[in-house]
């Protein structure tokens, strides 16, 4: 069983569309994080969110621990924000349990 | 500020054959890294080091896989003997020991084993 599980595995939208990406996780953690990859080029941490609702530019994300769900809120998207998106958990001894991502395109 | 950087950045090698990769963290960062991703999944934890001192290798397959980080600061991850399975990038991290710090990712080390 899938410890982090992220959903949709992917997800096609319109240029200026908001986009919602999904994290539930079965562990323990003390943090959620959440990192952007885009075709060949490295991760790239975005948001780190302990609980509560976090906001980076366009980027909102919003984790209730005890539901053990955490989300990524993207406004008014744009072409480069294309790529995969994924989530992180972060254990007790700091290391990170990672979901599979979300496959994020944005068309024109 | 200079950030994590891997080489090479690709390796292409038959089964049986040996392939070493390089990392180089951000300067100051005591923590390292080492993981593999393979093709459209999450990044799979190897092994990881405070300064030079293994933390966790549980995951990492004893049999083939070596890693070092003898001063501290640059580390190598070794395949003595690739398989095919071992096709993935692999990617190195580092960061402040602790929570609440930024991990930073280096580029990674695609790798096909044919």
């Known amino acids: 069983e899938q410890q982090v599980q992220q959903s949709p595995a992917s997800l096609v939208l319109q240029e200026a569309e908001n986009a919602e990406l999904q994290c539930s996780f079965s562990?323990?953690?003390?943090?959620v994080q959440w990192f952007y990859q885009r075709p060949g080029g490295r991760l790239v941490s975005l948001l780190y969110?302990?609980?509560?609702?976090k906001q980076s530019g366009r980027l909102t994300s919003t984790t209730v621990i005890k539901e053990r769900r955490s989300s990524l809120h993207i406004s008014s998207s744009q072409i480069t924000d294309s790529g995969t998106y994924l989530c992180?958990?972060?254990?007790?001894?700091?290391?990170?349990?990672w979901g599979s991502g979300t496959k994020l395109i944005i068309k024109p | 500020e200079a950030g994590v950087t891997q080489s090479p950045r690709y390796a292409v090698l038959q089964e049986g054959q040996a392939v070493s990769f390089w990392c180089d963290p951000i300067?100051?960062?005591?923590?390292l890294y080492w993981y593999q991703q393979p093709r459209d999944q999450g990044p799979q934890l190897l092994v990881y080091?405070?300064?030079?001192?293994?933390?966790?290798n549980s995951q990492l397959p004893s049999d083939r896989f070596s890693a070092v980080r003898p001063k501290g600061t640059n580390s190598t991850l070794k395949i003595q003997s690739a398989k095919q399975g071992d096709t993935a990038t692999y990617l190195c991290?580092?960061?402040?020991?602790?929570?609440?710090?930024?991990?930073?990712f280096g580029a990674g080390t695609r790798l096909s084993v044919l």
């Open positions: 992180a958990m972060e254990q007790s001894n700091y290391q990170l349990i």
């Open positions: 562990i323990f953690t003390n943090q």
């Open positions: 969110n302990p609980s509560g609702t």
């Open positions: 300067s100051g960062h005591d923590t």
């Open positions: 080091f405070r300064d030079e001192a293994v933390i966790d």
């Open positions: 991290a580092s960061k402040d020991w602790g929570g609440a710090s930024t991990l930073y």
